[in-house]
């Protein structure tokens, strides 16, 4: 699990600011100071205050500031980039009513399997009560309004250490109630889980899979659609295709290598696949990765910046 600090938001009383959902992109946001709600799709709105931890769910669009606000501003109009490489969101004047810490979390296993995939509403934790948390809240307050060398690096190592005390109390009350440790409410399907995780390539079928985990078809079909939200052979190719987003953005291999890799025999049919999940075909998504890489050497970009190019692509 890690989080990278990329920004701060500054919103100003009667103002919110909204940002589009992307699949690729999960935020994190720490409610430093000032109370307003989340609101996320047409869901009803989720208040928080100082020392909350908000987490919206992935995909969906979502805004925050005050209830009843007299202007709206997008994320992507309200940035700007400053000399610590942070980036700028600002609601209104610049006056800090609400102020709010912003961090991009990539928490999966084996690169595939996303921790906060099944999350389909704001997970707001108030953590107030706990003094470490508050002195790390401190912290990153002293470290947003004063950045000098190496703000990013402590920001994104409090923000955390700040998510890994918000999981343990939340794993803590909620158990496998909560939507973040679904899959642990049936263990015997672990091992396909990590069937798909270790081998991704491999010819996994419905039936190879319900006999790792002692199962009929039927019965392993049923249980995992019912634990996932996906069917096994769809939860694969969602496992191959991330995992292939990763070897594009980080491996000079060819995109025929990757997509054998992965486990698909077709590069026609893996392009296909691939512009239907991420919006474009493998080459485009690299190059466009590739870009921020040398873009991120002279002014680091931001999960917005990435976030706007798939908002574009409908």
């Given at each position: 699990?890690?989080?990278?600090a990329?920004?701060?938001?500054?919103?100003?009383?009667?103002?919110?600011?909204a940002?589009?959902?992307?699949?690729?992109?999960?935020?994190?946001?720490y409610?430093?100071?000032?109370?307003?709600t989340?609101?996320v799709?047409d869901?009803?709105?989720?208040?928080?205050?100082?020392?909350?931890?908000?987490?919206?769910?992935?995909?969906i669009a979502?805004?925050?500031?005050?209830?009843?606000?007299a202007?709206?501003?997008?994320?992507?109009e309200?940035?700007?980039?400053?000399p610590?490489?942070?980036?700028?969101l600002t609601?209104?004047?610049?006056?800090?009513?609400?102020?709010?810490a912003?961090?991009?979390?990539t928490?999966?296993?084996?690169?595939?399997?996303?921790?906060?995939d099944?999350?389909?509403g704001?997970?707001?934790?108030?953590?107030s009560?706990?003094d470490?948390l508050?002195?790390?809240f401190?912290?990153?307050?002293?470290?947003?309004?004063?950045p000098?060398?190496g703000t990013?690096?402590?920001?994104?190592?409090?923000?955390k250490?700040?998510?890994?005390?918000?999981l343990?109390?939340h794993?803590?009350?909620?158990?496998?109630?909560?939507?973040?440790?679904?899959?642990?409410?049936?263990p015997?399907?672990?091992?396909a889980?990590?069937?798909?995780?270790?081998t991704?390539?491999?010819p996994h079928?419905?039936?190879?899979l319900?006999?790792?985990?002692?199962?009929s078809?039927?019965t392993?079909?049923?249980?995992?659609?019912?634990?996932?939200?996906?069917?096994?052979?769809?939860?694969l190719h969602?496992?191959?295709?991330r995992?292939?987003?990763?070897?594009?953005?980080?491996?000079?291999m060819?995109?025929?290598?990757i997509a054998?890799?992965?486990?698909?025999?077709?590069r026609?049919?893996?392009?296909?696949?691939?512009?239907a999940?991420?919006?474009?075909?493998?080459?485009t998504y690299?190059?466009?990765?590739?870009?921020?890489?040398?873009?991120?050497?002279?002014?680091p970009?931001?999960?917005?910046d990435?976030?706007?190019?798939?908002?574009?692509?409908?």
């Amino acid at each position: 699990m890690q989080v990278h600090a990329f920004a701060f938001c500054e919103i100003q009383s009667g103002w919110r600011l909204a940002k589009q959902g992307a699949a690729d992109a999960l935020f994190i946001h720490y409610v430093l100071t000032g109370s307003g709600t989340i609101n996320v799709g047409d869901q009803p709105p989720v208040a928080f205050g100082p020392n909350c931890m908000i987490i919206p769910p992935p995909g969906i669009a979502h805004s925050l500031g005050f209830k009843e606000p007299a202007c709206t501003v997008a994320a992507e109009e309200a940035r700007r980039v400053l000399p610590s490489g942070l980036v700028a969101l600002t609601a209104g004047d610049g006056s800090r009513d609400i102020l709010l810490a912003c961090g991009s979390i990539t928490a999966n296993y084996a690169g595939a399997l996303g921790l906060f995939d099944r999350l389909d509403g704001a997970l707001v934790e108030d953590l107030s009560a706990d003094d470490r948390l508050r002195h790390a809240f401190a912290f990153m307050i002293e470290e947003l309004v004063h950045p000098g060398l190496g703000t990013l690096e402590v920001t994104s190592a409090l923000m955390k250490q700040c998510l890994t005390i918000l999981l343990r109390v939340h794993l803590k009350e909620k158990g496998t109630r909560s939507p973040i440790f679904e899959a642990l409410r049936d263990p015997g399907l672990v091992p396909a889980v990590a069937a798909i995780l270790d081998t991704p390539g491999a010819p996994h079928t419905v039936g190879s899979l319900a006999a790792v985990c002692g199962m009929s078809r039927s019965t392993f079909a049923e249980r995992f659609s019912a634990t996932f939200g996906d069917g096994p052979i769809e939860y694969l190719h969602r496992v191959r295709l991330r995992l292939a987003a990763q070897l594009l953005r980080t491996s000079p291999m060819s995109v025929k290598v990757i997509a054998e890799s992965v486990g698909y025999a077709s590069r026609s049919y893996f392009s296909h696949a691939f512009k239907a999940a991420y919006g474009y075909d493998p080459s485009t998504y690299r190059g466009l990765h590739a870009d921020t890489a040398e873009a991120a050497e002279l002014v680091p970009e931001t999960v917005f910046d990435i976030a706007s190019r798939v908002d574009q692509s409908g």
